[in-house]
């Protein structure tokens, strides 16, 4: 069977989609988890998350019965913490820091906790945050990603009125196009972005792109400031033959589809090849395997050890049933009649340090080749260094350079998110764009 | 292998676990219950004039997740005719002859009432009488209860009443709601009791509905002041124990000990500090009978531990350990101890400390885990620390002495030593 959609029914499809991480089902629950808590002073869960949430103070206020308390603590911090307590790789950051560990006992389960409180205002519109009246300043937010709402959510507290431009029809950024659908749904991401906005003093004007639709210079002349949260984009190529062949995708297109239509009209191949062990390669994994593909592969260059994704999101895929190729590099795509037919890879071995600290893959010489029908390509992401460059903004190929009160080199245009550090998780982002309404807020004297 | 069997005024139990008179000993079935699930005897919930009881009754204290640390009751005495009370007690007493039977009494407050009461109860075959002086609610609006505890005189005078025709042993069982157990347990062996059992419940609120703004228990709308009871409470028992344990008039009569008991190690606590048995209810209404397995297996095995014999080996063992703080040494000096391996760097002694005593522990900021360290020079041995921190022994208190020689605070001041310049 070659690359086509519909493999599952609808049904199946619905049951391998539904949320990964289930909430808990009742208050009970999540007042026995939170009473576990021993509220650690200088917490170690808060100093490991980038946005530092006080933790066990919003899991105190679930103990106590203090809901609203406990949801307000959560996204003063991070505007985005319901949607952090679905996708966050909470095993490195708050959870893998949590004391409990240091007694060989199951963490708090703190993303879990962080999803009761943060879902229940989202969902039930709390409102948690008064704006200040308006102070007739303006702001203009190019990208409607993590970044760039959490840096309009805060300068509208301020008073601050913010446009906000984004290239796509909706907000979220790569929460809404870029994450695997078990973790986060349409629907939520929507309501959250919502949620956001609900504060007021926020314009979104979706369709508009940077360089096409909108210049730096006008928004430089018409706002008294500019965030730029255009985040990355570009997945990075492979250069190896055959990358034109039907049948190639890159993960950050493939989940842009899976995000953006029914899954059943998403086509995956029998036997799919996943370059790449980041969370992306993860992501696209998983999915293919979820909506039907008989044989996943994920192909890396280094061991099991240098693997960039965590232990958590590769035990989700060999649970999925995907296989997996340590010390292997994609060397030729070999076609038949334009569609892919075989995956020619190099055999690896690990050599001296690079400069990431990780020993280096070295080519051993010998190759294999396997059958495939698809190659998904998931090498990580360049960012828009053409479309930076002609902005005149400093750049590190393509990565805008940004001074500590996150200021780029033009006078009054801001930067944060991927766009600035190449591609970190949402909960990053988030902290950036909290940066930058910072820098902004001291930039406009307010 | 222990031997748990208790001797309590003559009164033989195959252990030294009763049922309080409570709702677990209102009748027949519970008792079979009880009996079947192995306690070793049951002071039979209080009979008296009969009344009539409120729904609801009942009301908890919770705390960080734990259902009823304390709990609380407005119910009164039994409200079961007499006559099937005193049947069902002779029952009892027929399938179960080696467990304790002792019948809770609380009769209208003269001296006739009580003769009747007492007279019916030992007709039933019945081990012992237990005078009924504690209840808080309810009964001492009606001028029994807590009413004749909280008056020595008159509960002197009501012991007197039972005395003149009991034939079996009578416990007479004290109120909290005092300053002071002691002068009511002289005045009731002064009346010439045999034996005393304590505490009753302590007065209480355990909380209010934040909706409806009713106090806890909820009885149409209003509340009462309930009996507390439940692991709350067994702090204040034991020094109420210990107090008459301690006093030279009451040395030679038995308690029964009674106050939020919930494991074998809270019943070793009572009978260290002067209980020759102990009585339970609230950890079996919470829980059900079956808590009598490890009450009894959990003492035998401590026992044979520490190489008791029989549990008169230890009953009081512990009184004189507790003294007058004058008498405390001075001299004797701790200062906390963090084991680094131990550590989980949870901070919760440093801001305890910190924030609320002595400022003795040393914060080096790490990420994401900082380390804690004892500045011995300024601990003063308050235990805070080794209280909040979650890890068994990581904290340690070592003994440092500021002195050799034993000095209490009676000779400190007289030898007139420096007292803290800061």
């Known amino acids: 069977m070659p690359i086509q959609n519909n493999r599952l029914s609808t049904e199946d499809l619905a049951l391998k989609f539904a949320d990964v991480h289930p909430p808990f089902e009742h208050a009970e ?138 290239k796509e029809e909706k907000g979220g950024g790569l929460m809404t196009y870029g994450v695997a659908a078990y973790k986060v749904t349409p629907e939520f991401c929507k309501e959250e972005v919502d949620f956001i906005l609900s504060i007021g003093g926020i314009d979104v004007q979706y369709k508009k792109e940077l360089g096409k639709d909108i210049t ?47 899954f059943s009209k998403i086509a995956v191949g029998d036997n799919v090849a996943v370059i790449g062990m980041g969370m992306t390669a993860i992501d696209a994994a998983t999915q293919s395997k979820r909506l039907g593909a008989k044989d996943v592969t994920l192909i890396y260059r280094r061991t099991e050890n240098e693997k960039p994704c965590t232990e958590v999101e ?55 080749t396997m059958d495939v029908d698809m190659v998904i390509k998931a090498a990580g992401q360049i960012p828009f260094e053409e479309l930076i460059n002609k902005s005149s903004v400093q750049n590190k190929s393509g990565k805008i350079s940004i001074n500590n009160k996150t200021e780029t080199n033009l006078k009054g245009v801001f930067a944060g998110g991927d766009s600035v550090n190449g591609g970190k998780e949402v909960v990053d982002a988030v902290q950036a764009g909290k940066d930058g309404a910072k820098g902004i807020l001291q930039y406009l004297g307010v | ?69 304390g709990f609380n009751n407005i119910e009164l005495i039994s409200d079961r005719p007499l006559e099937v009370n005193l049947k069902e007690i002779r029952e009892v007493l027929k399938l179960f002859p080696d467990r304790a039977m002792i019948i ?4 209208d407050n003269d001296r006739k009432s009580w003769h009747e009461m007492v007279k019916k109860s030992q007709d039933t075959g019945a081990h012992g009488l237990e005078l009924n002086f504690g209840c808080p609610h309810g009964m001492v609006e009606r001028g029994m209860g807590a009413a004749v505890g909280q008056d020595p005189d008159i509960a002197k005078m009501v012991v007197e009443w039972v005395m003149e025709v009991a034939t079996i042993p009578v416990i007479t069982k004290l109120t909290p709601n005092v300053h002071s157990a002691v002068p009511g347990g002289l005045a009731a062996i002064e009346g010439g009791t045999n034996g005393l059992s304590l505490i009753n419940t302590i007065q209480s609120v355990t909380g209010i509905d934040l909706d409806t703004l009713v106090p806890n228990p909820n009885v149409g709308g209003q509340s009462v002041f309930g009996g507390y009871c439940g692991p709350a409470v067994k702090p204040i028992a034991l020094k109420m124990l210990t107090t008459l344990a301690q006093e030279e008039r009451i040395r030679n009569i038995p308690i029964s000990g009674i106050g939020g008991i919930t494991t074998w190690k809270d019943a070793v606590e009572f009978m260290l500090l002067g209980a020759s048995n102990v009585q339970v209810c609230t950890a079996a209404m919470i829980s059900g009978f079956k808590i009598i ?95 909040v921190c979650p890890v068994n022994d990581c ?21 007139g030593l420096p007292l803290n310049d800061h």
């Open chain 1, 29 to 166: 629950g999540a007042a026995i988890e939170a009473d576990r808590c021993i509220n650690c002073y200088d917490a170690p869960c808060t100093k490991s998350c980038p946005t530092s949430i006080d933790v066990p103070l919003f899991i105190k206020q679930i103990s106590s019965g203090n809901i609203k308390g406990s949801a307000k603590t959560i996204l003063s911090s991070n505007i985005m913490g319901g949607g952090c307590s679905k996708v966050c790789p909470v095993e490195k950051l708050c959870e893998g820091a949590c004391v409990y560990n240091l007694l060989g006992e199951e963490p708090i389960s703190i993303a879990k906790l962080q999803r009761y409180s943060a879902e229940k205002a989202i969902k039930g519109k709390w409102e948690l945050f008064e704006r200040k009246p308006s102070n007739g300043k303006k702001v203009a937010v190019i990208g409607a990603g993590p970044a760039g709402l959490a840096c309009a959510h805060a300068l509208s507290l301020q008073g601050v009125e913010v446009t906000v431009f984004e």
């Open chain 1, 216 to 262: 730096l210079a006008e928004l430089q002349q018409k706002y008294d400031a500019v965030f730029l949260g255009i985040g990355v984009g570009i997945a990075r190529s492979l250069d190896i033959p055959g990358e034109e062949l039907d049948g190639v995708v890159d993960a950050i297109s493939f989940i842009y589809e899976l995000r953006t239509n029914d």
């Open chain 1, 314 to 368: 590769l035990d989700l895929a060999k649970l999925d049933g995907c296989s997996f190729i340590w010390l292997a590099s994609p060397k030729e795509i070999i076609g038949e009649n334009g569609k892919v037919k075989k995956l020619v890879c190099n055999k690896m071995k690990l050599g001296e340090p690079d400069t990431s600290g990780r020993r280096a893959p070295v080519d051993t010489g010998e190759t294999f």
């Open chain 2, 1 to 69: 292998m222990a031997n748990l069997q208790s001797n309590f005024l003559g009164i033989k139990s195959p252990n030294p676990f009763w049922l309080a008179s409570a709702p677990p000993t209102d009748k027949k079935i519970n008792v079979i219950r009880a009996f079947e699930a192995g306690w070793g005897g049951v002071v039979w919930k209080t009979l008296g004039s009969q009344v009539k009881n409120v729904s609801s009754r009942y009301s908890a204290l919770n705390y960080n997740g734990r259902k009823a640390v």
């Open chain 2, 104 to 107: 809770s009494l609380m009769a």
């Open chain 2, 293 to 387: 397995t490890d009450l009894c297996d959990g003492m035998s095995n401590w026992m044979d531990e520490k190489g008791y014999k029989s549990i008169d080996d230890f009953v009081g063992l512990s009184v004189p350990k507790i003294t007058r703080w004058e008498e405390l040494d001075i001299n004797f000096h701790i200062v906390a101890k963090i084991d680094q391996d131990k550590c989980i760097h949870c901070g919760l002694c440093y801001i305890s400390c910190e924030d609320t005593s002595h400022q003795s522990i040393d914060i080096e900021r790490g990420n994401p885990y900082n380390t804690y360290t004892i500045k011995e020079e300024e601990c003063v041995g308050c235990n805070l620390c080794k209280i």
């Open chain 2, 395 to 415: 904290i340690t208190m070592v003994e440092q002495r500021k002195g050799d020689e034993y000095l209490n605070w009676i000779e400190y001041e007289k030898r």
